[in-house]
């Protein structure tokens, strides 16, 4: 549900990205099925704030709990982090990246009966290329017929196969169809050996590689893919879901070509897919 009154506000799209989506991965994640969830996005033109809100009807967080929520590394019941996974870092990462955008985060919760999360973020208004203005209802007037159209993206290399390791299955999904619809053929895997083995049976143009993987993770995957002949010419572009200092160091010299960081930018990956094969 958004506020029709909010245009385009001026923040850092990749950190307003990574605040929505650890929300909604933890409100999916913490609700039972036959639950529900949802993002609210409203707006204070007196105090020139948005508020973001993730909401769900899942297991919820009791008062004693929530004090500790926002503390890096802390995880507040071991019994959860054996089911569902996770490391900790999420929450206090969304408090960060909040308060860099000189705003901050609240919770309402009760047990059993799920959680309200709000970003809040202040109401910096910003005109997007050729708009120079907004109509009465908040929604921007488009540029004139005369202002030239954006370059269409385009795959020259129709047919040529990647190969996707990625665990997380909606994130797998997402990103096949989206190479499918460019024209590229597509193979799923789900740890770092499959990814090696289907790498030395196919051969594929590029290699998309999840550095967070079981069994073999993919910074692993990819130094023993740069040892092998048969492999050690393929392009690889390295994704992380956390973004900590080093990382995109750390996946070049295990011998990546490029980096990318969860939420992936489509076109920013399909450009950089398009750079490699060109470069190759």
Known sequence: TIDSSIGPILADERRMKQI????????????????????????DAEQNLVFFCVWDTGIGISAEDAGRLFQPFVQI???????????????????????????????????GKGSRFTVTIPWRKALLPGITSFNAQGFPVLPTSDTPDLPALSAPYPGALLLLAEDNDLTASTLADYLRA????????????????????????????????????????????????????????????????????????????????KPIHLEALAQMILSLLSSG
Not at 90 to 98: I, P, Q
Not at 213 to 233: C, S, V
Request: net charge neutral.
């Open 77 to 111: 019941d071991s019994s959860l982090s054996r089911k569902y996974g996770g490391t900790g870092l999420g929450l206090s990462l969304v408090l960060r990246m909040a308060e860099l955008h000189g705003g901050g985060v609240t919770l309402e919760s009760q047990v």
């Open 182 to 261: 460019l024209n590229y053929q597509v193979t799923l895997v789900k740890n770092g050996a499959d990814a090696l083995q289907q790498a030395r049976q196919q051969l594929p143009a590029l290699i998309l590689m999840d550095i967070q993987m079981p069994i073999l993770d993919g910074l692993e995957a990819t130094r023993r893919l740069r040892d092998d002949p048969a492999t050690a010419r393929i392009p690889v572009i390295a994704i992380t879901a956390l973004v900590m200092p080093g990382d995109r160091q750390r996946c070049l010299a295990a011998g990546a070509n490029e980096y990318i960081s």
């Open 20 to 43: 929505l989506a650890n929300l909604l991965s933890n409100a999916v994640k913490f609700t039972p099925d036959g639950g529900s969830i949802g993002l609210e996005v409203r707006g």
